[in-house]
Protein backbone atom coordinates (compact mmCIF):
# COMPACT_ATOMS: atom_id res chain seq x y z
CA UNK A 1 0.00 0.00 0.00
CA UNK A 2 0.75 3.20 -0.81
CA UNK A 3 0.40 6.11 1.45
CA UNK A 4 -0.11 8.91 -1.23
CA UNK A 5 -3.11 11.65 -0.56
CA UNK A 6 -6.45 10.08 -1.78
CA UNK A 7 -7.21 12.39 -5.23
CA UNK A 8 -11.46 11.70 -4.77
CA UNK A 9 -13.85 12.16 -2.40
CA UNK A 10 -16.79 9.51 -1.07
CA UNK A 11 -19.39 12.16 -1.35
CA UNK A 12 -22.53 10.32 -0.43
CA UNK A 13 -24.47 7.01 -0.63
CA UNK A 14 -25.98 7.20 -4.19
CA UNK A 15 -27.80 3.88 -4.10
CA UNK A 16 -28.71 0.59 -2.09
CA UNK A 17 -29.44 -2.45 -3.76
CA UNK A 18 -31.70 -5.72 -2.49
CA UNK A 19 -32.75 -8.88 -3.98
CA UNK A 20 -34.87 -11.25 -3.48
CA UNK A 21 -36.29 -14.47 -5.96
CA UNK A 22 -39.50 -12.14 -7.09
CA UNK A 23 -39.63 -8.25 -6.75
CA UNK A 24 -43.15 -8.63 -6.26
CA UNK A 25 -43.09 -8.35 -2.43
CA UNK A 26 -40.09 -6.09 -2.38
CA UNK A 27 -42.22 -3.73 -3.99
CA UNK A 28 -45.00 -3.96 -1.89
CA UNK A 29 -42.81 -3.06 1.19
CA UNK A 30 -40.63 -0.26 -0.76
CA UNK A 31 -43.12 1.20 -3.15
CA UNK A 32 -46.52 0.59 -1.70
CA UNK A 33 -46.00 0.88 2.32
CA UNK A 34 -42.82 3.06 1.89
CA UNK A 35 -44.12 5.52 -0.96
CA UNK A 36 -40.45 5.12 -3.02
CA UNK A 37 -41.31 6.39 -6.36
CA UNK A 38 -40.80 3.75 -9.19
CA UNK A 39 -38.24 5.84 -11.68
CA UNK A 40 -37.09 3.20 -14.15
CA UNK A 41 -36.70 -0.57 -15.23
CA UNK A 42 -32.98 -2.60 -15.94
CA UNK A 43 -31.98 -5.48 -16.99
CA UNK A 44 -29.36 -7.23 -18.24
CA UNK A 45 -28.58 -11.09 -18.72
CA UNK A 46 -24.83 -10.49 -18.26
CA UNK A 47 -25.10 -9.38 -15.08
CA UNK A 48 -28.51 -11.62 -14.17
CA UNK A 49 -30.70 -9.11 -13.01
CA UNK A 50 -34.20 -7.78 -13.66
CA UNK A 51 -34.95 -4.54 -11.15
CA UNK A 52 -37.07 -1.99 -10.30
CA UNK A 53 -35.12 1.59 -10.01
CA UNK A 54 -37.05 3.45 -7.54
CA UNK A 55 -35.65 6.55 -5.65
CA UNK A 56 -36.63 8.61 -2.40
CA UNK A 57 -35.40 12.09 -1.81
CA UNK A 58 -34.78 14.74 -4.08
CA UNK A 59 -32.36 16.69 -6.34
CA UNK A 60 -28.80 15.66 -5.61
CA UNK A 61 -29.48 14.43 -2.75
CA UNK A 62 -31.90 11.79 -4.15
CA UNK A 63 -30.93 7.83 -3.19
CA UNK A 64 -31.55 5.38 -5.71
CA UNK A 65 -33.33 1.69 -4.08
CA UNK A 66 -32.77 -0.98 -6.30
CA UNK A 67 -34.91 -3.64 -6.15
CA UNK A 68 -33.92 -7.03 -7.89
CA UNK A 69 -34.59 -10.72 -9.04
CA UNK A 70 -32.47 -12.85 -10.87
CA UNK A 71 -33.29 -13.64 -14.71
CA UNK A 72 -32.16 -17.15 -13.91
CA UNK A 73 -31.84 -18.15 -10.40
CA UNK A 74 -29.12 -20.85 -11.53
CA UNK A 75 -27.38 -18.95 -12.50
CA UNK A 76 -24.32 -16.22 -11.54
CA UNK A 77 -24.19 -13.21 -10.22
CA UNK A 78 -27.26 -14.29 -7.88
CA UNK A 79 -28.30 -11.12 -7.10
CA UNK A 80 -31.04 -12.57 -4.96
CA UNK A 81 -28.68 -14.78 -2.60
CA UNK A 82 -27.56 -11.30 -0.47
CA UNK A 83 -30.46 -9.55 0.00
CA UNK A 84 -28.67 -6.38 0.72
CA UNK A 85 -26.65 -7.09 -2.63
CA UNK A 86 -24.55 -3.81 -2.90
CA UNK A 87 -23.62 -0.11 -1.84
CA UNK A 88 -23.82 2.65 -4.01
CA UNK A 89 -21.38 5.22 -3.54
CA UNK A 90 -21.24 8.86 -5.57
CA UNK A 91 -17.11 9.63 -6.08
CA UNK A 92 -16.30 12.64 -7.76
CA UNK A 93 -13.51 11.37 -10.08
CA UNK A 94 -14.30 7.52 -10.38
CA UNK A 95 -11.01 7.29 -13.03
CA UNK A 96 -8.84 8.79 -9.93
CA UNK A 97 -10.70 6.94 -7.41
CA UNK A 98 -10.28 3.15 -9.35
CA UNK A 99 -6.01 4.08 -10.00
CA UNK A 100 -5.43 5.20 -6.62
CA UNK A 101 -7.16 2.31 -5.17
CA UNK A 102 -5.91 -0.09 -7.27
CA UNK A 103 -2.21 0.95 -6.23
CA UNK A 104 -3.38 1.03 -2.25
CA UNK A 105 -4.39 -3.18 -3.10
CA UNK A 106 -8.00 -2.63 -3.67
CA UNK A 107 -9.90 -5.63 -5.49
CA UNK A 108 -12.18 -4.76 -7.91
CA UNK A 109 -15.10 -7.51 -9.50
CA UNK A 110 -14.39 -8.15 -13.42
CA UNK A 111 -15.80 -5.53 -15.85
CA UNK A 112 -14.24 -2.20 -15.30
CA UNK A 113 -15.86 1.14 -15.41
CA UNK A 114 -18.79 0.92 -17.20
CA UNK A 115 -22.35 2.34 -17.87
CA UNK A 116 -25.09 1.28 -14.80
CA UNK A 117 -28.65 0.69 -14.91
CA UNK A 118 -28.88 4.58 -14.22
CA UNK A 119 -26.83 5.81 -16.94
CA UNK A 120 -24.17 6.52 -14.88
CA UNK A 121 -19.93 5.36 -14.91
CA UNK A 122 -19.57 2.78 -12.20
CA UNK A 123 -17.39 0.20 -11.13
CA UNK A 124 -17.71 -2.54 -8.09
CA UNK A 125 -15.32 -3.01 -5.28
CA UNK A 126 -15.28 -6.98 -5.02
CA UNK A 127 -16.52 -8.23 -1.86
CA UNK A 128 -13.20 -10.48 -0.94
CA UNK A 129 -9.83 -9.60 -1.19
CA UNK A 130 -7.26 -11.93 -2.88
CA UNK A 131 -3.56 -12.52 -2.66
CA UNK A 132 -2.91 -9.46 -5.77
CA UNK A 133 -5.07 -7.26 -4.20
CA UNK A 134 -5.75 -7.79 -0.35
CA UNK A 135 -8.17 -5.14 0.16
CA UNK A 136 -12.05 -5.72 -0.51
CA UNK A 137 -16.03 -5.37 1.06
CA UNK A 138 -15.26 -7.68 3.66
CA UNK A 139 -18.19 -9.66 2.08
CA UNK A 140 -20.00 -6.45 1.09
CA UNK A 141 -19.99 -5.69 -2.68
CA UNK A 142 -19.53 -1.59 -3.14
CA UNK A 143 -20.55 0.41 -6.06
CA UNK A 144 -18.44 2.94 -7.03
CA UNK A 145 -20.63 5.62 -9.21
CA UNK A 146 -19.55 8.69 -10.92
CA UNK A 147 -21.47 11.55 -9.76
CA UNK A 148 -22.75 14.06 -12.16
CA UNK A 149 -21.72 17.49 -11.68
CA UNK A 150 -24.59 18.69 -9.92
CA UNK A 151 -24.42 16.00 -7.28
CA UNK A 152 -20.46 17.26 -6.68
CA UNK A 153 -21.59 20.59 -6.80
CA UNK A 154 -24.25 20.22 -4.39
CA UNK A 155 -22.14 18.35 -1.47
CA UNK A 156 -19.26 20.75 -1.94
CA UNK A 157 -21.74 23.64 -1.14
CA UNK A 158 -23.03 21.59 1.70
CA UNK A 159 -18.92 21.01 2.94
CA UNK A 160 -18.51 25.06 2.28
CA UNK A 161 -21.19 25.64 4.87
CA UNK A 162 -19.97 22.91 7.50
Do not use: Y
Not at 44 to 60: F, H, K, Q
Amino acid sequence: MTATARPFKVLGIQQIAIGALSKSRLQTLWVDMFGLQKTGTFQSERENVDEDICTIGAGPFKVEVDLMQPLDPEKKPAVHTTPLNHVGLWIDDLPQAVSWLTAQGVRFAPGGIRKGAAGFDICFIHPKGNEEAPIGGEGVLIELVQAPPDVVQAFATIAAHS
